[in-house]
Antibody, heavy 121, light 106 residues
Framework: EVQLVESGGGLVQPGRSLKLSCAAS????????MAWVRQAPKKGLEWVAT????????YYPDSVKGRFTISRDNAKSSLYLQMNSLKSEDTATYYC??????????????WGQGVMVTVSS | EIVLTQSPTTMAASPGEKVTLTCRAS?????MHWYQQRSGTSPKLWIY???KLASGVPNRFSGSGSGTSYSLTINSMETEDAATYYC?????????FGSGTKLEIK
């Protein structure tokens, strides 16, 4: 059974940093692209970052580019999201997800339970 | 950026009723993917590559469409189908989601 378990969330002040982790199990982690998706309170879904199997390629929307860094450790079956210069608009539940990277059919297969990040003074 | 517009925003359906949710893209996309999110839970992949049902999805669900217009249909609404449904395109970056359709049971 695929399991994705996020951790590392919490309350952080604007301008500070936070690092999220995601522990994966139940599948061959190193064979899959991975991603982060977030959801602000009572709002819709927003893609945050994607990383290739080796970690050599990463993708971000403009809203987080230059502030967030996605990384992975295949030996530990773990995914990370380093978030710097946090803003109040980054307040959201952050989901770790496996990512199907098949040409133009890119989608999120499996999702974790999510971890809450609150940016407030 | 490809903007996805879902309609309706909210709707209610009676058990047994046929339901159609729509997702329109601002530019042509190759596929549309759909997610179901029940209240208080994480999203689940529901339909991928426009018309393929994810594992465990009942066959009363179907997906169709092409170009800029896509839909998700429930043949006969059941109480467990009450949820918010999001469409998502992966044809170009940035990957984008629609704002969701909240489907309630009448």
């Amino acid at each position: 059974e695929v399991q994705l378990v996020e951790s590392g969330g919490g309350l952080v002040q604007p301008g500070r940093s936070l690092k999220l982790s995601c522990a994966a199990s139940g599948f061959t982690f190193s064979n899959y692209y991975m991603a982060w998706v977030r959801q602000a309170p009572k709002k819709g879904l927003e893609w945050v970052a994607t990383i290739s199997t080796s970690g050599s390629r990463t993708y971000y929307p403009d809203s987080v580019k230059g502030r967030f860094t996605i990384s992975r450790d295949n030996a530990k079956s773990s995914l990370y999201l380093q978030m710097n210069s946090l803003k109040s608009e980054d307040t959201a539940t952050y989901y770790c997800a496996s990512f199907n990277y098949g040409g133009s059919a890119r989608y999120f297969d499996y999702w974790g339970q999510g971890v809450m990040v609150t940016v407030s003074s | 950026e490809i903007v996805l517009t879902q309609s309706p925003t909210t709707m209610a359906a009676s058990p047994g009723e046929k339901v159609t949710l729509t997702c329109r893209a601002s530019s042509s996309v190759s596929y549309m993917h759909w997610y179901q999110q029940r209240s208080g839970t994480s999203p689940k992949l529901w339909i991928y590559e426009t018309s393929k049902l994810a594992s465990g999805v009942p066959n009363r669900f179907s997906g169709s469409g092409s170009g800029t217009s896509y839909s998700l249909t429930i043949n006969s609404m059941e109480t467990e189908d009450a949820a918010t449904y999001y469409c998502q395109q992966g044809s170009s970056y940035p990957l984008t989601f629609g704002s969701g359709t909240k489907l309630e049971i009448k």
